[in-house]
């Protein structure tokens, strides 16, 4: 009689452990640490990551294919322009490219000289609100704007094309 007790007493306290264990694992928050209700989406905007060195470059979105790079190494896009003006006379701005394609949206005032390297680029400007394609092709380079004796452009586009 008594082991037949002690039995009893064992099936009850397994029974009350795997009871208790299992409303802890339902009632378990599986929520991660910090306020999920705040937390923002992992949603990918394509802003440009960080600042241009220079404040009249503005540099807003891209793919990040098409990346700012110092002048004095080898790059892909470069870029002269009269608010960027460069010391030793070559480039203001420049770019390195890190696929076979790339977009990216910026802002750069009183371009007038657009180059490439071993990629073709499309570059959309604006000048007084008109706006203006260029196709420049590989290993190559092309004049806007005040170079060609016209009003002064905004380059507001680049994409690589091949």
């Known amino acids: 009689m008594k082991n037949a007790i002690v039995r009893w007493l064992a099936i009850g306290a397994v029974a009350a452990a795997t009871t208790v264990g299992a409303g802890a694992l339902a009632s378990a928050d599986t929520t991660p ?15 440009y990551p960080g600042d241009s060195p220079n404040p009249q470059l503005k540099l807003i979105r891209g793919d990040g294919h098409i990346m700012l790079a110092d002048c004095n190494t080898v790059t892909q896009i470069q870029l002269w322009s009269v608010a960027v003006p460069s010391p030793s006379g070559g480039p203001g701005v420049c770019f390195r490219v890190t696929g ?13 000289m657009i180059q490439t390297g071993d990629k073709a680029v499309r570059a959309d400007l604006t000048s007084e609100g008109v706006a203006q394609t260029v196709d420049v092709a590989k290993n190559s380079y092309t004049t806007v704007g005040q170079a060609m004796g016209q009003k002064p452009t905004m380059l507001v586009e ?3 094309t091949g």
């Open 100 to 112: 076979t394609t790339g977009y990216l949206s910026l802002e750069l005032p009183q371009t007038f």
């Open 33 to 47: 640490a910090g306020d999920a209700a705040t937390a923002p989406p992992a949603v990918e905007d394509f802003a």
């Open 158 to 160: 680049l994409r690589v």
